[in-house]
């Protein structure tokens, strides 16, 4: 049986920051009838290019597609990108273009490796600071499992919900893990492939300018008339202060970086 893959913010409860998956009480009852204990998972199989995404399933929801499997936005982009064909635009660039909405076969996972490392590749060169790490892994603690190479995204919510997109370079003991417990963290060298976003430079304003005061400039004779004096300061224009990407500019940036990473090696 086929399901079509929906975004999570169809749904009236669903955000960005949402992570776990929801269908419908009559899909939950068939697939996860005889599994009422654990963290449920399912496992999605899309056709018909066989792109592999696990998600963990947080229960059913009132809608009225039986067939449909509302996922985190993050993975409905990447499945997105994955079925997405490439077309010639009339100036001769290669334009990536989405077919229909993603279909995948699904099946339960029973059971889970409990992860004991995980290694990740920030996409966001702000990130390795020590300070964004520490709101990272923060952010991560109700992360139900990864997968890996799969992207994901992070919104540090005391950051104003900042997105951070991560690529899971590798996991340990498996290929999927659930997190959760004592797990070693670590991070790969920053990305130098893709171009990331970045402020520009913060240009110093320049010293005002001090000037002598000049001899008055006579109109007429010596002994009357007008004169004009020049100003003795020369003020610049103030630098703007640099400027954070738009949400917009984030999106392209996180469709461009999910599309970078499609042709990677997908564990079976």
């Excluded at 409860?13 to 599994?35: C, E, M, V």
């Excluded at 982009?77 to 077919?99: F, H, I, R, S, Y």
């Excluded at 999927?176 to 171009?195: M, N, S």
Aim: hydrophobic residues 40%; aromatic residues 10%.
């Amino acid at each position: 049986m086929l399901y079509s893959i929906q975004s999570i913010l169809q749904l009236p409860f669903g955000t960005n920051t949402s992570k776990f998956a929801y269908i419908s009480q009559a899909a939950y009852n068939k697939l996860f009838g005889d599994h009422e204990e654990g963290l449920q998972v399912l496992k999605l199989t899309c056709v018909p290019l066989g792109t592999v995404r696990y998600v963990a399933v947080a229960g059913p929801c009132e809608c009225n597609d039986d067939y449909a499997i509302y996922v985190p936005y993050s993975i409905y982009q990447e499945l997105m990108v994955a079925n997405a064909t490439p077309a010639q635009t009339p100036l001769g660039a290669e334009l990536m273009v989405a077919n229909a909405v993603p279909r995948c076969t699904a099946t339960v996972v029973y059971e889970l490796e409990k992860a004991t490392k995980i290694v990740l590749k920030p996409l966001d060169n702000a990130i390795y600071h020590s300070e964004m790490r520490d709101l990272l892994e923060e952010a991560m603690m109700d992360f139900p499992l990864l997968q890996k190479h799969t992207q994901f995204t992070i919104y540090i919510e005391k950051l104003g919900n900042y997105p951070v997109d991560i690529w899971v370079e590798d996991c340990e003991p498996a290929e999927l893990v659930q997190l959760g417990g004592e797990v070693v963290v670590d991070f790969a060298e920053p990305l130098e492939e893709v171009a990331e976003w970045e402020p520009p430079p913060v240009v110093e304003p320049a010293p005002i300018a001090t000037f002598e005061p000049a001899a008055p400039i006579p109109s007429f004779a010596p002994a009357g008339g007008l004169s004009f004096p020049m100003d003795n300061t020369f003020v610049p224009k103030a630098a703007e202060p640099p400027k954070l990407p738009t949400a917009d500019e984030k999106e392209r940036m996180r469709a461009a970086r999910i599309a970078h990473y499609a042709a990677a090696p997908k564990p079976s």
